[in-house]
């Protein structure tokens, strides 16, 4: 699996905001829909929404953004486009609360911390195994998940025809 290094605040041109947090995850990983559920259980204020990587808006945010399905989750907040551990960071910001003592691994350089995510990533198949687009998701939790975002899609088509 390739690892791209994408820039997680909004230097990028490519970068996307959003007013509510966006995480986009890989629907068929056993380990990211576990997480999701996880998460979701956890974001009882609805701060944060979902979105599945294999859905055709997830799927057109990876290519605006040059990445593949599978080289990393993507968070979109109001500061930028997030990847890696600098977007786990701000779940941790969007759960507030207790989570935020979370970012005190923030204290680990970047390097390290992307490694590490990089080494657990590129064999996240491997250890924990595919499922079904989703399926791990309970039907209320699959419910929730975002799936059309008229002023996500807006700001796509902006980017793309200024970028012709």
Known sequence: ?????IPSANTSPMTLHRDRPLFIFD?????CSTGVAWLMRRNRAGRIQF????????QAIYRHLGMELGDSYVLI???????RTDGFFRVADALGGAWKLGKVFRLIPRPIRDF???RLANNRYRLFGTSDHCALLSPAARSRLVTEDPA??????QDRAAHR
Request: proline share 0%; net charge negative; with cysteine.
């Open 1 to 5: 699996m390739k690892t791209m290094v």
């Open 152 to 157: 996500l899609r807006a700001l796509l088509a």
């Open 116 to 118: 590490f995510y990089d």
């Open 27 to 31: 629907g068929v990983c056993v380990l």
């Open 51 to 58: 979105l599945s990587a294999q859905s055709d808006l997830g």
């Open 77 to 83: 907040d109001s500061a930028g486009t997030h990847t």
